[in-house]
């Protein structure tokens, strides 16, 4: 057992949150860019800018620093640089752009200057829960039980990093997966 009573830094070294947000992005009422439902993601570019997820409209949009609408991303649908449910975003070095969509179990990489460069099929191998520096996946597998077991069930957990194709390059961990409860065989 651990116990952490107290941080090991001085009173003016420690981490605070302001009272006021330093950027506040969206509105009830006003230009559409603006009216934001179900944000899913928000990144920081690295000058500062944000870019977010609205999964209303399936769009990624981009704010300054200080929160004014500049432009938007992708759109409802299949095609290149489409979404149906974009779940996540990760800002690769140089500002390109990696986004998930679940819906469509793809990755789409976007340059640093928004363009749409590719989008790749995942297939059901697995979840892609966040991307490393070199964009390169971290994915959640789940394992099935070798047999049908009734009540708490676990199965397990395997977290591997895959090329944005899908390729498995490396096994990192296996852990205990969600607690779920099985009532029958069926």
Same mark, same amino acid.
Request: overall charge negative; cysteine-free.
């Given at each position: 057992?651990?116990d952490?009573?107290?941080?090991?830094?001085t009173?003016?070294?420690?981490?605070?949150?302001?009272?006021?947000?330093?950027?506040?992005?969206?509105?009830?009422?006003? &230009?559409?860019?603006y009216?934001?439902?179900?944000?899913?993601?928000?990144q920081?570019? &690295?000058?500062?800018?944000l870019?977010?997820?609205?999964?209303?409209?399936?769009?990624?949009?981009?704010?300054?620093?200080?929160?004014?609408?500049?432009?938007?991303?992708?759109?409802?649908?299949?095609?290149?640089?489409?979404?149906?449910?974009?779940?996540?975003?990760?800002?690769?070095?140089?500002?390109?752009?990696?986004?998930y969509?679940?819906?469509?179990?793809?990755?789409?990489l976007?340059?640093?200057?928004?363009?749409?460069?590719?989008?790749?099929?995942?297939?059901?191998?697995g979840?892609?829960?966040g991307?490393?520096?070199?964009?390169?996946l971290?994915?959640?597998?789940?394992?099935?039980?070798?047999?049908?077991?009734?009540?708490?069930?676990?199965?397990?957990?395997?977290?591997?990093?895959?090329?944005?194709?899908?390729?498995?390059?490396?096994?990192?961990?296996?852990?205990?997966?969600?607690?779920?409860?099985q009532?029958d065989?069926?």
């Amino acid at each position: 057992i651990t116990d952490s009573g107290s941080g090991s830094w001085t009173e003016t070294e420690a981490w605070q949150i302001s009272a006021e947000p330093t950027v506040t992005i969206g509105m009830a009422n006003g &230009a559409a860019e603006y009216l934001l439902s179900r944000v899913r993601d928000v990144q920081r570019l &690295a000058d500062g800018r944000l870019i977010l997820i609205d999964g209303g409209s399936s769009e990624l949009r981009i704010f300054d620093a200080e929160g004014r609408y500049e432009l938007t991303l992708g759109r409802s649908g299949d095609g290149p640089g489409e979404f149906r449910w974009p779940e996540w975003i990760r800002v690769l070095p140089g500002d390109s752009l990696l986004v998930y969509d679940s819906q469509l179990q793809r990755v789409s990489l976007f340059s640093p200057d928004h363009r749409h460069i590719r989008s790749t099929s995942l297939g059901e191998a697995g979840k892609p829960i966040g991307a490393f520096a070199d964009g390169t996946l971290l994915v959640e597998i789940v394992e099935d039980g070798e047999e049908m077991e009734l009540g708490l069930v676990r199965d397990p957990l395997l977290f591997v990093r895959s090329s944005q194709g899908g390729e498995i390059l490396d096994s990192l961990a296996r852990t205990p997966g969600r607690e779920r409860v099985q009532l029958d065989a069926g």
